[in-house]
């Protein structure tokens, strides 16, 4: 267990739909990252929020959004879905802002769009 | 343009033997590179890490080899036991300033006991 958990597990939408992903970090890490993984691709990094605000933007669609709470926790918001987006959704904390921090990640948010 | 290429999807070992992962990357900006396992149904781990001012790093039975002018790297696992049988990630990232990790697709490795 590595401490970051996430919810849903599973989630299956419709095409145009919105739906939010959670992510709350391990206790005492102040960075979020969220990564996308889809079927037979390695992990895309999308976005990383470090106590608050948005630190580094990655391969983030304009219909995704996020943000990080003052409690630290992460929301990922995505709007008009496409089949395309079903994929696992994973999101990771670390202690400081530099990507060369260990991250820890969470179990993964597996999210269909039929 | 995969920066990060990992070009075995699968990798069969038995057990005891040497399990070798294979990752090559493109961007020489690339400064310090990371190795991740995942099993299923489970978020990515992180196994062992290098600097590219260093060519090995080991922490027990996993010792991971830099390449620079080759631009390689490898992940030994000795020896290899079931519970290694997971999907290994290589990723990289370019520079201590960056913020971003660059993955590779994985490799699937099964240890056959």
């Known amino acids: 267990d590595s401490g970051v958990t996430q919810t849903p597990k599973h989630l299956i939408t419709a095409t145009g739909q919105r739906v939010t992903l959670r992510c709350s970090p391990r206790?005492?890490?102040?960075?979020v990252y969220w990564y996308q993984q889809s079927l037979d691709q390695g992990l895309q990094f999308l976005i990383q929020y470090y106590n608050g605000e948005e630190r580094a933007k990655g391969n983030i669609l304009e219909r995704f959004s996020a943000q990080q709470f003052p409690d630290l926790h992460s929301e990922l918001n995505l709007s008009s879905l496409e089949l395309g987006d079903s994929a696992l959704y994973f999101c990771?904390?670390?202690?400081?802002?530099?990507?060369?921090?260990?991250?820890?990640f969470g179990p993964g948010t597996r999210l269909t769009v039929l | 343009d995969q920066q990060v290429k990992q070009n075995s999807p699968s990798l069969s070992v038995q057990e005891g033997r040497i399990s070798i992962l294979n990752c090559d990357y493109t961007?020489?900006?690339?400064?310090?590179f990371l190795w991740y396992k995942k099993y299923p149904a489970e978020g990515p781990t992180f196994l062992i890490s290098i600097s590219s001012i260093k060519d090995k790093n080991e922490d027990g039975r996993f010792t991971v080899f830099l390449n620079k002018s080759a631009k390689h790297l490898s992940l030994h696992i000795v020896p290899s036991q079931p519970g290694d049988s997971a999907v290994y990630f290589c990723?990289?990232?370019?520079?201590?300033?960056?913020?971003?990790?660059?993955f590779g697709k994985g490799t699937k490795l099964s240890v056959i006991p």
């Open positions: 206790s005492g890490d102040l960075s």
């Open positions: 990723a990289a990232r370019a520079g201590a300033g960056s913020y971003q990790l660059t």
């Open positions: 990771a904390s670390s202690v400081g802002d530099r990507m060369g921090n260990e991250q820890f």
């Open positions: 961007n020489s900006m690339f400064d310090y």
